[in-house]
């Protein structure tokens, strides 16, 4: 696609509830990423995809929290047993492999858990 | 591990002046890049200018231009001819270039409100 998509837009949760957000990066982009971005605050790195290279998880806050990229394509973002302070927009990436030129980034799902 | 820091929660400007949002970084690596991405209220992160650490000479966008001080580890970004589009919050981020997975690390974010 022309740019990197995000669904949905927002979505809001209760409390214990699992939710999936879903990126469609850029075509030919190998690299895709997660960050979370938090009520006044920046950007918090969560994961990373390249191509078929084993995910760095490093940003992944708890156990709670996991995704997946299938094809080399799609990635989907798994939050299980949503707590409140899990709210927050979460934004999606991609680039081409190991870019420095920065990334193209999506709108953004924006997770409210009440 | 690197950390960017914006000391500025909130800047106004008024329309057609210049205002300088201020970022400092701190890092023990030589090679890197910096970044000023702008987030308008569409929640669209937007790339604004970028620096590579090894280039003495600031980087240029049109409106957009850096202030890059390598040995202060500082990384201004100056707003000319401020206008009403340019409200939003921006931005500082890092770049460690890696082997594997060319992290950005940001800033805080400093608001922009500009006024007419």
């Known amino acids: 696609g022309a740019g990197v998509s995000q669904s949905p837009s927002n979505k809001v949760t209760e409390k214990g509830k699992d939710v999936e957000l879903r990126c469609d990066p850029i075509s030919g982009h190998t690299a895709l990423y997660w960050y979370r971005q938090s009520l006044g605050q920046g950007l918090e790195f969560l994961i990373y995809?390249?191509?078929?290279?084993?995910?760095?998880k490093s940003g992944l806050p708890s156990d709670r929290f996991s995704a997946e990229r299938t094809g080399g394509s799609v990635s989907t973002l798994t939050i299980q047993r949503t707590q409140q302070e899990d709210s927050a927009v979460y934004l999606c990436a991609s680039s081409l492999r190991d870019s420095n030129y920065g990334y193209t980034f999506g709108s953004g799902t924006r997770l409210t858990v009440v | 591990a690197q950390t960017v820091t914006q000391s500025q929660p909130e800047m106004s400007v008024q329309e057609a002046e210049t205002v300088t949002l201020s970022c400092t970084y701190d890092t023990s690596e030589n090679n890197y890049y910096l970044f000023w991405y702008k987030q308008p209220p569409s929640r669209q992160m937007i790339l604004v200018i970028r620096q590579e650490a090894y280039k003495q000479q600031n980087a240029t966008e049109n409106r957009f231009s850096v202030n890059f001080q390598k040995a202060a580890k500082s990384f201004s970004l100056k707003i000319s001819d401020s206008q009403l589009g340019d409200t939003a919050m921006y931005f500082c981020?890092?770049?460690?270039?890696?082997?594997?997975?060319?992290?950005?690390?940001f800033g805080a974010g400093t608001i922009l409100r500009v006024k007419s």
């Open positions: 981020a890092f770049m460690k270039p890696r082997e594997y997975g060319n992290k950005l690390v």
């Open positions: 995809f390249q191509g078929n290279s084993a995910p760095d």
